[in-house]
Antibody, heavy 126, light 106 residues
Framework: QVQLQESGPGLVKPSETLSLNCTVSGGSIISRGDHWAWIRQPPGKGLQWIGS???????YHNPSLKSGVTISVDTSKNQFSLRLTSVTAADTAVYYC??????????????????WGQGTLVTVSS | SFELTQPPSLSVSPGQTAIITCSGD??????TSWFQQKPGQSPVLVIY???SRPSGIPERFSGSHSGTTATLTISGTQAMDEADYYCQAWGSGTGVFGTGTKITVL
């Protein structure tokens, strides 16, 4: 059974860059039909899809988020990553990585998130 | 913009049926997933593609979909089902989660 684990700093200063990694174990990130997603949840609030990536590097982002979101993949490490630049207090959240079973294209994605990491709290504060 | 609306809260007695709705215009054209989230834990997929149940999810969880509304039904609700529940769907080029419903088992 695939497992995901987020890692990265728990505290980031305003205007700086948030960087997180997600390591996949128990399965290959090079899996046909699977994308890999980042989802976040501000304290006490609901869930927000940030974006998904395919192992070939194709990325799909939530258009409602500001520019500055970068999702990348490193197949040699079975890992994918999130970078969010120029963060503000509004970016304080628990960040989850998840397996996204489904397809994505230029018009959007389909599918579902069937395996999640435990989540990591990132606080934006000086 | 694409939005999914759920009732904020629902109280149910043990053994009774809990019904959670998720409404949104885009649901007419796409599948819905449902997630259970207990305090301090990651969300868990309980229903995908409107009606399918992942392995390990109890049969008391079921889903349905009609037009612009998706429904999660918990039959014979147990104390362990007390949690937040979120629907999720794709549309307008993005993925959206519902506003969430807190189920309290009294």
């Amino acid at each position: 059974q695939v497992q995901l684990q987020e890692s990265g700093p728990g505290l980031v200063k305003p205007s700086e860059t948030l960087s997180l990694n997600c390591t996949v174990s128990g399965g290959s990130i090079i899996s046909r039909g699977d994308h890999w997603a980042w989802i976040r949840q501000p304290p006490g609030k609901g869930l927000q899809w940030i974006g998904s990536i395919y192992h070939r590097g194709n990325t799909y982002h939530n258009p409602s988020l500001k520019s500055g979101v970068t999702i990348s993949v490193d197949t040699s490490k079975n890992q994918f990553s999130l970078r969010l630049t120029s963060v503000t207090a509004a970016d304080t959240a628990v960040y989850y990585c998840a397996r996204h079973r489904g397809t994505c294209s230029s018009v959007g994605c389909q599918g579902y998130f069937d395996s999640w990491g435990q989540g990591t709290l990132v606080t934006v504060s000086s | 913009s694409f939005e999914l609306t759920q009732p904020p809260s629902l109280s149910v007695s043990p053994g009774q049926t809990a019904i959670i709705t998720c409404s949104g215009d885009e649901l007419r054209h796409t599948y819905t997933s449902w997630f259970q989230q207990k305090p301090g834990q990651s969300p868990v997929l309980v229903i995908y593609e409107d009606t399918s149940r992942p392995s390990g999810i109890p049969e008391r969880f079921s889903g349905s979909h009609s037009g612009t509304t998706a429904t999660l039904t918990i039959s014979g609700t147990q104390a362990m089902d007390e949690a937040d529940y979120y629907c999720q769907a794709w549309g307008s080029g993005t993925g959206v989660f519902g506003t969430g419903t807190k189920i309290t088992v009294l």
